[in-house]
């Protein structure tokens, strides 16, 4: 039997713990017969399973018969995109030949005899959502890792108006919180404030520890070991299963934590920590030097005003390497972070 575990991002694996109601209330809500939201953003840090869920909740409604799916590339022309993968959909196809839709001028299909040719590519998804909404079909359009580009702001804006037109589409994407932040922060796209998001925090710790016990037929006691050293990270559950699997006739948790450490550093850590300004690397090595978890030590420590450490608090926060869950306190929500901000120090 081949490693039922993957380190690809990305890709949905064997051994997966959904996340259940998350993906519930995206799924009945998209299919209600008037949903309350046409849109959802699903925001993590690298690795807590946005693509996976996304994937997910697209297969889900696929196997719905009055569906469309479209995965759109955000660093491609989406609007030029959208209209070509709906133009090659045979039953539109057919459907825009019927209607005598010239959309030629945007090469698509052919120039049609007393058709005036349509040369905006709203004007033309604007036409073609009418014949969806006329057909009884919805449209479900999905973009993985969304960022705060052109491409995406111009889509964003365009399917505004498509709302406001009550055309039969959805919106699903995922992208890291910060690129969320700075796309819902542009003065023309303040609707997506509005527009739920789906913040992917920890798996659960008891359905790691039993997927742990069912796939290698652990005692309770040692999966639960295993499922601490992943904090509920996903991509953690899935690389030390992995390790596990290659290494399970030949050593010990214990034996494999190096690797372990080396994969989520080189695939993880290194490209967070790239990332982190120097104030905000200040208080993450405080932490892992001190063990401190007390907001006014950590704080003292560092030298920082009340003000200032709020505000790279938060930061970290957003970026998914601190819980701020209790007041007062934070901690690391990355598995064997300090062990790695200990190692930049060396």
């Not at 299909?109 to 033309?124: C, F, K, Q, R, Y």
């Amino acid at each position: 039997m081949n490693n039922p575990f993957t380190l690809s991002f990305g890709k949905k694996p064997l051994q997966y713990i959904s996340r259940l109601s998350q993906t519930t209330e995206i799924v009945e809500n998209f299919k209600a017969a008037e949903p309350s939201n046409q849109i959802y953003m699903i925001t993590g840090i690298r690795g807590s399973g946005k693509t996976v869920m996304m994937t997910n909740i697209a297969g889900e409604i696929k196997k719905e018969e009055n569906w469309v799916v479209l995965e759109l590339n955000p660093n491609r022309d989406i609007l030029q995109s959208l209209a070509a993968k709906l133009y090659a959909l045979p039953e539109m196809h057919r459907a825009f030949l019927q209607a005598k839709f010239d959309f030629s001028a945007l090469g698509l299909g052919v120039s049609l005899e007393n058709a005036v040719p349509v040369t905006d590519i709203e004007n033309v998804i604007e036409l073609m959502l009418a014949e969806v909404k006329k057909r009884n079909r919805r449209l479900l359009i999905t973009i993985d890792e969304v960022t705060n580009c052109e491409h995406i702001r111009i889509f964003s804006s365009s399917f505004q108006i498509f709302l406001r037109q009550e055309y039969p589409i959805f919106l699903l994407m995922t992208g890291l919180f910060e690129n969320i932040y700075d796309l819902q922060n542009e003065k023309t796209l303040t609707f997506l404030y509005r527009a739920p998001k789906i913040m992917l925090g920890a798996l659960n710790y008891t359905a790691v520890r039993k997927k742990y016990m069912d796939v290698f037929g652990l005692d309770a006691e040692t999966a639960g070991q295993m499922a601490g050293l992943t904090r509920g990270y996903p991509f953690a559950f899935q690389v030390l299963g992995y390790l596990f699997w290659e290494n399970r006739d030949r050593g010990t948790i214990e034996d494999i934590l190096p690797e372990y450490d080396q994969y989520l550093d080189e695939y993880v850590y290194d490209k967070v920590w790239s990332e982190l300004s120097e104030l905000d690397r200040k208080i993450l090595t405080e932490m892992a030097e001190s063990g401190e978890t007390k907001v006014k030590e950590i704080r003292e420590r560092t030298g920082m005003s009340s003000g200032l450490f709020s505000v790279y608090r938060d930061r970290l926060k957003r970026k998914g390497v601190l819980d701020t869950g209790r007041y007062g306190e934070v901690s690391f929500t990355l598995p064997r972070f300090a062990e790695f901000v200990m190692m930049q120090m060396i």
